[in-house]
T-cell receptor, first 113, second 116 residues
Framework: ETGVTQTPRHLVMGMTNKKSLKCEQH?????MYWYKQSAKKPLELMFV???????ENNSVPSRFSPECPNSSHLFLHLHTLQPEDSALYLC????????????FGSGTRLTVV | AQKITQTQPGMFVQEKEAVTLDCTYD???????LFWYKQPSSGEMIFLIY??????QNATEGRYSLNFQKARKSANLVISASQLGDSAMYFC?????????????FGKGTLLTVNP
C-alpha cells in the first residue's frame, strides 16, 4: 500500500455508540493530522502529532479522542457524538522541516444519527 | 481575519478552455508556502502545485500554473485546456510556521464545473 489510507470510508453511528477511525501512512512522514470538513466550511484542523506526540488540539470537544501509537498510525476515537459532528474526517501526514505540504487520505464520511 | 480567501464559490468553464481560480492570503511571515489541492467528489485531497514565498518564478505542473503576485498577496491557480475530469472542488492553502509544526490553513474552496 502507498500513501495515506483511511478506514472505514463510510461510517454511520448512533449518538450512544463508540467507534474509531483509523489512518495509516506509508510515506515515512513524521507528522500526522486530523481535519474535519463540514459542508460549506473550510477544513478545520483538529489535532496534530509530531513524532507521536500531540502538539496541537484546536479546542476539540472531548468526545473526540486521538491516539498515535507510532509515527505511521493515527486513530480518532469517537463516543457520544452529536448529529452536528457528521462530516468528512480527513487524515494527513507530512515531513516536518521540508518544503512539502500534506498528503491526505480519502477520508471517512461520518454520519451521526 | 481569514488567512486564505477564495472569493469564487463556483466557477464554470468550457472544455478545452483555460480558467483562473482566485486566492488571496494574509500572513506576516517572510517564509511561507502556498498550495493548491483538488478534491473530487470521492473526497480525497489531491496535491496539485506548490509555490514558496522566495521562489522568483511562478510554479508550473503540467496544465497547472500558479500566478504568484507577492506584493498583492495573491496566488491564483490557472488550469489550461480544461478537461471534464477537472470538475471538482479546489482549495488554496498556506503553510506558515507555527511552533514546531508547519500548519496548513485552507480557504473555503471553489467548485469548478467543466462543461462539454
Amino acid at each position: 500500500e502507498t500513501g495515506v489510507t483511511q478506514t472505514p470510508r463510510h461510517l454511520v453511528m448512533g449518538m450512544t455508540n463508540k467507534k474509531s477511525l483509523k489512518c495509516e501512512q506509508h510515506l515515512g512522514h513524521n507528522a500526522m493530522y486530523w481535519y474535519k470538513q463540514s459542508a460549506k466550511k473550510p477544513l478545520e484542523l483538529m489535532f496534530v502529532y509530531n513524532f507521536k506526540e500531540q502538539t496541537e488540539n484546536n479546542s476539540v470537544p472531548s468526545r473526540f479522542s486521538p491516539e498515535c501509537p507510532n509515527s505511521s498510525h493515527l486513530f480518532l476515537h469517537l463516543h457520544t457524538l452529536q448529529p452536528e459532528d457528521s462530516a468528512l474526517y480527513l487524515c494527513a501526514s507530512s515531513q516536518v522541516g521540508t518544503e512539502y505540504g500534506y498528503t491526505f487520505g480519502s477520508g471517512t464520511r461520518l454520519t451521526v444519527v | 481575519a481569514q488567512k486564505i480567501t477564495q472569493t469564487q464559490p463556483g466557477m464554470f468553464v468550457q472544455e478545452k478552455e483555460a480558467v483562473t481560480l482566485d486566492c488571496t492570503y494574509d500572513t506576516s511571515d517572510q517564509s511561507y508556502g502556498l498550495f493548491w489541492y483538488k478534491q473530487p467528489s470521492s473526497g480525497e485531497m489531491i496535491f496539485l502545485i506548490y509555490q514558496g514565498s522566495y521562489d522568483e518564478q511562478n510554479a508550473t505542473e503540467g496544465r497547472y500554473s500558479l500566478n504568484f503576485q507577492k506584493a498583492r498577496k495573491s496566488a491564483n491557480l490557472v488550469i489550461s485546456a480544461s478537461q471534464l475530469g477537472d470538475s471538482a472542488m479546489y482549495f488554496c492553502a498556506m503553510r506558515e510556521r507555527g511552533g514546531s509544526n508547519y500548519k496548513l490553513t485552507f480557504g473555503k474552496g471553489t467548485l469548478l464545473t467543466v462543461n462539454p
